[in-house]
C-alpha cells in the first residue's frame, strides 16, 4: 500500500497575484520575500558551532561506584573464606619443631571442629559455645586455638588429651591414661637456625646443632616427632592432669622449649584449653621462608621449597 501524502499541494508557478492581494496595496508574496531578504556580504555564511559534548563528570562518578563495589565484594568474598573455610597463620616460635619451623605459613580448616565466637574476626562472633562440633578433635590432631587466659593470642599445639584422659609426663616419658605412649629414639635433628632448638637461646647461626629426636605413636596410631634433650626439666617430669569435660590437653613438639598445657593457666601457662576456644585444624604449609618476609631478594636462598604445598602430621 502507497503511503499517502499529506502535504498541501504547491500553487501553480506564473498566478497572477489575487485581487484582495492588489486592491489592498500589498506586496505580492514572492516580492516581500526577496524585499526581506538580507543582502550578500560577499563571503559565505560561518558553520554553526556544534554543541559541546557532555561532560565526562557521570562517567566518572559511575566509574569509582563500580570500583568502590568491586572492592567491597572482594572483601564480603575474603570475610566468608577466612570465617568459614580457611584462615592462614604463620609460625613465630620454635616449640613445634621439626613439624612446624619458625617462617612456615600454613591454613588452618576453621570447619573443621565447627564453630564458635573465635572462629570470627576479634572473637566477635554471635555464638555461645560450640556449634556443628562433629566429633571433635582426635588426639594427635594440630590446633589452633585462642589461648584461655586472655581469649585473643593465638596458639598452636598437637592435641595429647581428650575430655576425661589422664595425662601424665615421667622422664620425658608420656602416659595417656597411666600408658606409656610408644617413644622411639631416631636420628637426631640437625638444625643451623640462630637459636637453640631446645631453651631457645641465642645460638651460633649456619652452626649445625643436634638434638635428640624421637618418634612417638599415640594409641590411636598417630605418629609425629619430638624433640627432647633435658628429661630432667619440670615440664618433663608432672603431676597426673585430669582433663576436665569439654576441654582438651595440649603439648607442643619440641617439649623441652613449649608453653602448653603443662602449665597452668594461673601460672602464666595455656592449662586445660575449652572446646569454645579451638579456631581450626592445620592442614597443610603453603610457604616456608627462613628469614624476613619482607626481604624478597633473598628469596633464591631463604624460600624453603621443600616445605611448601606440604600437608601437617
Not at 563495589?69 to 621439626?98: C, D, H
Request: aromatic fraction near 12%.
Amino acid at each position: 500500500m502507497d503511503e499517502i501524502d499529506e502535504q498541501p499541494a504547491p500553487a501553480p508557478a506564473g498566478d497572477p497575484p489575487s485581487a484582495e492581494f492588489l486592491a489592498a496595496g500589498a506586496t505580492p508574496p514572492e516580492r516581500k520575500a526577496e524585499e526581506n531578504a538580507a543582502p550578500p556580504t560577499g563571503s559565505a555564511p560561518k558553520p554553526a558551532t556544534p554543541p559541546a559534548p557532555p561532560g565526562k563528570k557521570p562517567a566518572e562518578h559511575e566509574s569509582i561506584i563500580e570500583t568502590v563495589k568491586t572492592v567491597v565484594y572482594a572483601l564480603l568474598i575474603a570475610l566468608v573464606i577466612r570465617t568459614f573455610l580457611f584462615q592462614p597463620f604463620n609460625i613465630p616460635s620454635g616449640s613445634m619443631e621439626q613439624t612446624l619451623l619458625v617462617g612456615d605459613y600454613l591454613f588452618v580448616a576453621k570447619f573443621a571442629y565447627g564453630y564458635s565466637r573465635y572462629s570470627f574476626p576479634w572473637g566477635m562472633g554471635p555464638i555461645s559455645g560450640r556449634i556443628w562440633q562433629g566429633k571433635g578433635p582426635t588426639r594427635g590432631d594440630v590446633i589452633v586455638f585462642k589461648l584461655p587466659r586472655d581469649n585473643s593470642t593465638d596458639y598452636i599445639k598437637r592435641v595429647i588429651g581428650l575430655p576425661g584422659d589422664r595425662i601424665q609426663v615421667i622422664n620425658g616419658q608420656l602416659y595417656i591414661n597411666g600408658t606409656a605412649v610408644k617413644r622411639v629414639p631416631v636420628a637426631p635433628y640437625v638444625t643451623t637456625d640462630a637459636y637453640k632448638p631446645c631453651t631457645n637461646e641465642p645460638g651460633s647461626e649456619g652452626v649445625p646443632q643436634i638434638v635428640p629426636r624421637y618418634r612417638e605413636t599415640l594409641p590411636n596410631g598417630r605418629s609425629y616427632y619430638t624433640l627432647a634433650c633435658n628429661s630432667q626439666l619440670p615440664q618433663n617430669n608432672t603431676q597426673v592432669y585430669v582433663v576436665p569435660s569439654g576441654h582438651y590437653f595440649m603439648m607442643g613438639d619440641n617439649r623441652d622449649n613449649s608453653e602448653d598445657s603443662r602449665f597452668a593457666m594461673e601460672e602464666g601457662g595455656v592449662g586445660y584449653v575449652p572446646a569454645a576456644n579451638l579456631v581450626g585444624k592445620a592442614e597443610f604449609i603453603f610457604f616456608s621462608n627462613d628469614g624476613p618476609l619482607w626481604e624478597f631478594w633473598t628469596w633464591p636462598w631463604t624460600v624453603r621449597f621443600s616445605r611448601m604445598f606440604t600437608s601437617i602430621d
